[in-house]
């Protein structure tokens, strides 16, 4: 499966689209593929400020625990709670009912250091 053309992503399996100021961040296919069954997600509240590249969060699987990794820097503007009592959403549809968090970007341009959808597919192709 390729990865959308419409956002951007990161060498650690994030996604992210973009909408105005504000972006909305998921994990990958390939990384929820690659989990195994999600049986926990866990958030952080709204209100609190993310570093790029520094984990906001954490997703379990019957196979691990991986941190989530913030690919832009902001304030946390909105959660899934639906991930609450659904963490398999992330399995069945990561790139819509999946998402996990909105950011109130600080600073758009970081979205240059992000990689588009062909460029992470050859990424993850290389293995």
């Known amino acids: 499966m390729s990865a959308p053309s419409d ?3 990161t060498r650690d399996h994030e996604w992210v689209r973009i909408d105005g100021e504000e972006a909305t961040v998921g994990i990958t ?6 989990l195994g069954d999600i049986v ?5 509240d709204v ?4 570093e790029a590249a520094k984990p906001f969060g954490v997703v379990e699987s019957v196979k691990a625990v991986s941190d989530l990794f913030a690919p832009l820097a902001g304030e946390v503007s909105a959660t899934n709670d639906a991930l609450v009592n659904g963490p398999e959403l992330v399995n069945s549809d990561p790139y ?8 109130r970007l600080s600073d758009t341009s970081e ?3 992000l990689l588009d959808g ?4 050859d990424l993850v192709a290389a293995g």
């Open 96 to 103: 819509g009912d999946g998402w996990m968090i909105k950011i």
């Open 111 to 113: 979205m240059d250091d």
């Open 29 to 34: 296919q390939y990384a929820a593929d690659q």
């Open 40 to 44: 926990f997600v866990e958030l952080p």
């Open 118 to 121: 062909p460029a992470y597919d």
């Open 47 to 50: 209100g609190r400020a993310l």
């Open 7 to 9: 956002r951007r992503y």
